[in-house]
Nanobody
C-alpha cells in the first residue's frame, strides 16, 4: 500500500524556518514526482512545490520561490521541504502526494496526485 507520512510541522515565528519531511512507504520514490501542497481552512488546496525524484527537477509556485527548497533523499525514501523566511500566510496544513507525471507548474496545479498523507500543521506565533 502506497503511503506518505508527513512530519516536521510546528510553531514558528514570522521569519523563522522549518523543515518538513515526507516519508514514503510501500513504493520507491525514484520513479515518481512528489508534490507538496497546503490548504488553509475555507480555501482551496494549493500546490507549493514538486520534485521529480529521478532527476531532481523541481518547480515552485511564485509565492514561495527563493524561500522554500524541495529536496529528496532516495536512500531514505523521503522528500523534504525546507521553509525559510516564513510568513503568516504560510501557516497552514501541508500535505505531500505523488504523481506519475513530470514535475511542472501545470501538473502541480492540475494533477493527478494520489497517496495523500495525513498532513503536518505549521502554526504561526507572534
Amino acid at each position: 500500500q502506497l503511503q506518505f507520512v508527513e512530519s516536521g510541522g510546528g510553531l514558528v515565528q514570522p521569519g523563522g524556518s522549518l523543515r518538513l519531511s515526507c516519508a514514503a512507504s510501500g513504493f520507491t520514490l525514484n520513479y515518481y514526482t512528489i508534490g507538496w501542497f497546503r490548504q488553509a481552512p475555507g480555501k482551496e488546496r494549493e500546490g507549493v512545490s514538486c520534485i521529480r525524484s529521478r532527476d531532481g527537477s523541481t518547480y515552485y509556485v511564485d509565492s514561495v520561490k527563493g524561500r522554500f527548497t524541495i529536496s529528496r533523499d532516495n536512500a531514505k525514501n523521503t522528500v523534504y521541504l525546507q521553509m525559510n523566511s516564513l510568513k503568516p500566510e504560510d501557516t497552514t496544513v501541508y500535505y505531500c502526494a505523488t504523481s506519475e507525471r513530470y514535475c511542472s507548474g501545470y501538473v502541480l496545479g492540475h494533477g493527478p496526485f494520489g497517496s495523500w498523507g495525513q498532513g503536518t500543521q505549521v502554526t504561526g506565533s507572534s
